[in-house]
């Protein structure tokens, strides 16, 4: 007895193009994403002189995509470049910027700014980034 199968290559070309879409929406999605927690942290950032914002950068696999600005807006400098795996981080690079966050007894005269700048954000978002991962992938299965 023999088995025989037949339209194999669309079924793989079919699944191809699935994970392509999705790969495609998860990066757009990681591009929202990361502009959405760089914005929130410049927000939250003490100003004094504003090089801390400025020093502000956001990386994707390494690549410098955003950077902060020192009237707390940010500029996009870059595209993700696809790979296998997607790891964003969102940084300050002054000497000052670790005391900045941690030492909750300074005082951050300017509205809106204080310490936990980095981490108060990612943390109130971290839930909702999770779902618009999980709706990007939806998103590219629809497709």
Known sequence: MSVNITGTARVMA??????QNVNREVVKEMENIMEDLSRKTCIEAPKDTGAMRESMRATVNDKEIIKGM????????????KKDKLEGIVFYDTEYCVKQHEDMTLNHPTMGTKAKYLQDP????????LQKFKDAVQRGTRR
Request: aromatic content about 8%; cysteine-free.
């Open 14 to 19: 079919n699944l191809q193009r699935v994970l």
């Open 122 to 129: 990612f943390q109130q978002n971290q839930q909702l980034y």
């Open 70 to 81: 020192d009237t707390g807006g940010i500029q996009r400098v870059g595209n993700i470049e």
